[in-house]
């Protein structure tokens, strides 16, 4: 197993306090609102929970979570499901209720497992006729997100730039274009900005990342999306898209939603040949789309695809338990702990040691969710509101088990007032600086700014690095929940 983890008890005592500090005062009626410059003066109640945490717990659970045995907790897999079946044993030694499907503490996911196979072909056509079948992997990845075994596409291309239409930004790159049936060509991230108030300067927002572009295109009735990967807009090599789209992907079971037939990443030199063959200048094109007055450009090439898929059904599990309220109107009302327990299982075509046992992430996350749940569960006092904990799957396939969850939540969404999740949380010594992604996009965020300061944490705005730090990992996690249509405010330590 290597080198022991080592929890240092003040980290683990300023998430604890934290979460139930914060929660107190989100309980309270405010008689002012609290400014950047205020600071905590922390309850009794959190400073008795504090005397209560045991970083050895933490710890505990953390190498066993990380054991060779769970086999790296992939989604779908035998170790995910041991782990699922251990945080849901755990909820129940603190004699919490179980808030899963028919009293249990399990709440199924249904997923569906997609491979695409060798007979798979990926052409872009010329309008003259010219050719030029792509290499998988080197050249494209691509899955067809219809969950059929097959399918044909056969439509022209279409550059729609960013690929966002954002009113609030006053930004729209379609401008009203009919894209029914083609297939569309996008760049990566959003427009590049200092601006705060022009999609959150540097801080990525939900529109610049890839799983945005595939959904609205598929709203607009594309079939399919080619996303142009440029290692310096990504903040991550190819190598990071061809390791993230081989093998099998987990996708949510259909539920009427559109999806598309062709969802793919190409090279940046093939984009850059496609354009020079249609007398266009890719440059170009990616300077023009950085304006308001851009407008889609159709051209004169065609993708012919044949997508041949493998297509596994299989369930996996959230887990949840719920810790009522002590407050007969407040009650109905809940506050969300969340953290993600899968990981990347097992690479059955690596060599040597090809378990991802995923300690940081995300064995910590979840050994810090266990643990303010034991406190909640012994604390003399209970909070006025619900607390809901779920330990949620399929994160690192795109955040399912959260999409599932906010379609299908134990509480009416319109009660969760706030979600606080722990995600990847590396042992390293004291710290000096926090990121709490999303926090800034709520009115919970004076609260966060006034403990921070009290801890003497410098808050660290999410960077580009930190929000695509990984393909197969996304961390939007402000926007994980808010598939029910509103926003949700959450906050990610």
């Known amino acids: 197993m290597g080198e022991p983890l080592r929890i240092h008890a003040g980290i683990v005592a300023l998430f604890v306090i934290v979460a139930l500090s914060n929660i107190s005062a989100a309980q309270s009626s405010r008689k002012h609102s609290r400014t950047s410059t205020d600071s905590v003066r922390l309850p009794g109640a959190a400073f008795a929970a504090m005397q209560k945490i045991d970083p050895e717990r933490i710890r505990a659970h953390v190498r066993f979570l990380s054991h060779d045995l769970l086999e790296g907790r992939g989604t779908g897999q ?52 010219e050719g030029k079948s792509l290499k998988p992997l080197d050249e494209y990845v691509a899955y067809d997100q219809t969950q059929q075994q097959q399918s044909d596409v056969d439509a022209e291309i279409v550059y729609v730039g960013y690929g966002i239409e954002a009113p609030e930004y006053k930004w729209d790159d379609y401008k009203g274009v009919d894209v029914r049936g083609k297939v569309l060509l996008v760049l990566v991230n959003e427009p590049p900005s200092d601006d705060v108030n022009f999609f959150k300067g540097k801080a990525l927002t939900y529109y610049g990342r890839w799983t945005y572009k595939y959904e609205e295109a598929a709203r607009k009735g594309a079939v399919g999306v080619i996303l142009i990967h440029q290692t310096e807009m990504a903040s991550y090599p190819w190598e990071v898209v061809r390791n993230s789209n081989s093998g099998e992907k987990s996708y949510l079971k259909l539920d009427g939603s559109p999806k598309l037939k062709v969802a793919s990443w190409v090279q940046f030199e093939v984009a850059k040949q496609m354009a020079n063959t249609s007398g266009m200048d890719l440059d170009k094109m990616m300077t023009d789309a950085r304006s308001r007055d851009f407008h889609p450009v159709a051209m004169p090439v065609k993708l012919k695809a044949h997508m041949v898929s493998k297509i596994r059904p299989f369930e996996s599990n959230n887990v949840l338990a719920m810790l009522p309220g002590s407050d007969s109107r407040l009650r109905s009302e809940a506050v969300m702990y969340t953290a993600h327990y899968d990981h990347l299982g097992i690479r059955p075509d690596m060599p040597g040691d090809n378990i991802y046992n995923g300690a940081n992430d995300n064995a910590t996350g979840c050994g810090i969710l266990l643990e303010i749940a034991r406190t909640y569960a012994e604390a003399g006092q209970r909070p006025h509101r619900s607390m809901l904990f779920a330990s949620v799957t399929g994160e690192e396939q795109g955040l399912l088990g959260s999409e599932y969850l906010g379609k299908h939540p134990p509480v009416p969404a319109g009660k969760i007032s706030l979600d606080l999740n722990y995600d990847d949380i590396p042992p390293l010594g004291s710290p000096e600086e926090v990121e709490v992604s999303g926090a800034e996009r709520t009115n919970f965020y004076s609260e966060v700014e006034a403990m921070a300061k009290t801890f003497r944490l410098t808050i660290r705005p999410d960077s580009p690095i930190r929000a695509w730090i990984s393909l197969a990992m996304p961390r939007w996690r402000d926007l994980d929940l808010c598939w029910d249509g509103r926003p949700r405010p959450k906050a990610n330590w």
């Open 78 to 129: 035998r170790g995910g499901d041991i782990a699922a079946e251990y945080i849901g044993t755990q909820f129940a030694l603190y004699g919490l209720k179980p808030a899963g499907d028919n009293g249990t503490y399990l709440q199924k996911v249904p997923m569906v497992g997609i491979t695409p196979e060798p007979e798979t072909t990926f052409s872009l056509i010329a309008a003259h006729g």
